[in-house]
């Protein structure tokens, strides 16, 4: 079974940066393309940026324009969500998924991590 972990999240200041990382147990058919969603407080999962193994093929949503960039490492089975110029509305939990196709939906994906929290303060 398809296993995806994150890390790297924390507590940050507004304007601080953060890496987050996802490792895939294993790459097959289902996990092509890989996500990252976030989901704060009170309101639903969203998306930020999907990517597949080769990073030929990209999509990000606006929110992240110009401080978030997705990045991938297939020899070691991680993606990256690197994030920059953090706003206090950028605190949420991240999720790392994984899919057959590229999307920008929550149905559009196989399988999800469990999720790390990001926390931005003043």
């Known amino acids: 079974q398809v296993q995806l972990v994150e890390s790297g999240g924390g507590l940050v200041t507004v304007g601080g940066s953060l890496r987050l990382s996802c490792v895939v147990s294993?790459?097959?058919?289902?996990?092509?393309?890989m996500g990252w969603f976030r989901e704060a407080p009170g309101k639903g999962r969203e998306f930020v940026a999907a990517s597949g193994w080769s990073g030929s093929s990209t999509a990000r949503a606006p929110l992240g324009k110009g401080r978030f960039t997705m990045s991938v490492d297939p020899a070691k089975n991680t993606v990256y969500l690197q994030m920059t110029n953090l706003k206090v509305e950028e605190t949420a939990v991240y999720y790392c998924?994984?899919?057959?196709?590229?999307?920008?939906?929550?149905?559009?994906?196989?399988?999800w991590g469990r999720g790390t929290q990001v926390t931005v303060s003043l």
């Open positions: 998924d994984a899919g057959y196709q590229m999307a920008t939906k929550v149905d559009g994906y196989s399988y």
């Open positions: 294993e790459r097959t058919s289902d996990t092509n393309n």
